[in-house]
């Protein structure tokens, strides 16, 4: 892993440094590490793509973390960064470039050890999921992620990249859909297209348009389909937070199309507005005109975020709240034209998370919507660990499987919970049992392996076409989110 760390303080780039040893040491990892002892120097530097993680300092003197960061984001869309901080006054706009974590000072070591566990846990998937192509540039590995779509044309495939880069590879379509389409995340609209669904902006009559601006073509017969398998994907991306490692995270980016908003505003030129600003961030809004279609909306359908305002003829939208509040317990945010601060305040007395007024620009509206939403979604859901349609529940001790709960004993569940903690990661049979019975069991693992082997059956009946828990030939089993 490579690392880079940039910070003023010199006690605390020492500190980190010397943390990061001890990291490596700890877990027989190979690191390269360099450290910074201001922004100027680090981005004169810079190239993109050096890095896996970058570590900043966010109050920096000059050219602060946060906008570094902005800078570094301009050549390097993949890279993780980690803010770190004495004061929290940052963690909001670490959003804006999509940080991975917000560290507070003094850095506590079994924290830091877990963000770079996670981290190193995602960089192994990363590498894992991808086509190795042979390229009129050369051999390239491309992410599955980084995908948008694929088109043939006269016996040459180009793949299109998200951030605008074309590869060409003279081959046949048929030489890759095999591996995209196992991926719920791929579709085949036409004859001569693939498209990656996360991309997808909207879906018109004869083709989608993805958020870059392409205009993929959809053949008659697949209209219905590819509406089909779209709602289905920002259903199940709608039922989890992506996170470091495949499990909730505070501070982890949603993927595009998972919140679901409900927006309530009687004027629908500003309904419109807002709506359009949501979408263009991936949402799916829905919107009401009036408390009682609110109420009947929250009743029918789980939301992440409740966008209400306080002027409806006849309503009083703080009431609307409270009755809101009662249903639902997804975060309710004002948007109002109302500035006055007694009115905001009793926002918040009914029940609202914030208040967000319709003079705020665009981007300072969304990156606080995100917020509200990355923060309740964590506090609801540290007891619960989602892995696309694979549910977690540590408290209640049981498992679900596209919303059917498995049948799992006591020790398959820990098992299951265990190796899903450290995803990625290969665990031999004894290792395995230490976690699980601790030193009691003495058996050299082989009571894991009775267990492994019937939990695996369950996982694979439940889930075809997908291994949650893969054996690694002469090393032991790794959970595959």
């Not at 306080?310 to 317990?329: A, H, N, Y």
Request: net charge negative; proline share 3%; hydrophobic share 40%.
């Amino acid at each position: 892993m490579r690392i880079a760390i940039c910070d003023d303080d010199e006690r605390a780039l020492a500190h980190l440094l010397g943390l990061i040893k001890e990291y490596q040491l700890s877990r027989g990892k190979h690191i390269v590490c360099r450290s910074f002892r201001n922004s100027t120097d680090f981005l004169c530097e810079l190239k993109g793509g050096e890095y896996d993680l970058v570590l900043l300092d966010a109050p920096m003197s000059g050219a602060g973390g946060v906008q570094a960061a902005r800078e570094l984001r301009e050549l390097d869309r993949n890279v993780e960064i980690i803010f770190v901080s004495s004061s929290p006054e940052f963690a909001v706009e670490s959003y804006s470039v999509g940080a991975y974590y917000y560290l507070l000072k003094p850095i506590d070591t079994d924290t830091l050890f877990s963000l770079l566990d996670s981290v190193a846990s995602k960089l192994f998937v990363q590498k894992e999921q991808g086509l190795v192509l042979k390229s009129r540039k050369g051999v390239i590995r491309i992410s599955f992620t980084g995908l948008e779509f694929v088109e043939v044309i006269n016996k040459t495939v180009f793949f299109h990249m998200g951030d605008g880069e074309v590869h060409e590879v003279t081959a046949a379509l048929a030489d890759f859909e095999e591996k995209l389409l196992v991926r719920p995340d791929f579709f085949k609209t036409h004859r001569s297209y693939l498209v990656n669904l996360s991309y997808i902006q909207a879906i018109e009559a004869n083709c989608v348009v993805t958020r870059n601006g392409h205009d993929i073509p959809v053949s008659r017969q697949r209209r219905n389909q590819v509406q089909d398998a779209y709602m289905r994907f920002l259903y199940e991306a709608g039922t989890e937070v992506l996170q470091n490692d495949g499990r909730t995270d505070a501070y982890s980016e949603r993927s595009e199309g998972a919140w679901r908003i409900l927006l309530v505003d009687d004027d629908m030129e500003e309904s419109a507005y807002w709506a359009d600003i949501l979408r263009a961030h991936g949402c799916i809004v829905q919107t009401a005109e009036n408390g009682r279609d609110a109420l009947k909306l929250a009743e029918e359908e789980n939301c992440d975020c409740v966008l209400l305002d306080v002027m409806i003829p006849g309503e009083d939208g703080f009431s609307i709240c409270e009755g809101l509040g009662k249903i639902t317990d997804a975060p309710i945010i004002f948007l109002s034209c109302v500035t006055e601060a007694d009115r905001q305040l009793e926002g918040f007395a009914a029940g609202g998370v914030d208040y967000i007024t319709k003079d705020t620009p665009p981007e300072l509206f969304w990156v606080k919507v995100k917020t509200r939403i990355s923060l309740s979604t964590a506090d609801r859901g540290r007891t619960r660990s989602h892995y696309g349609p694979l549910l977690l529940d540590l408290a209640g001790r049981r498992a679900w499987m596209d919303e059917k709960e498995l049948s799992l004993t006591s020790d398959e569940f820990d098992i299951l919970w265990r190796l899903s903690e450290h995803a990625g990661c290969v665990f031999t049979p004894e290792e395995i049992s230490t976690m699980i019975y601790g030193g009691r069991s003495g058996d050299g693992g082989e009571r894991v392996q009775i267990h492994m082997s019937r939990l695996r059956r369950k996982l694979d009946k439940a889930r075809e076409g997908h291994h949650y828990i893969e054996p690694v030939w002469g090393q032991g089993y790794r959970f595959v989110p």
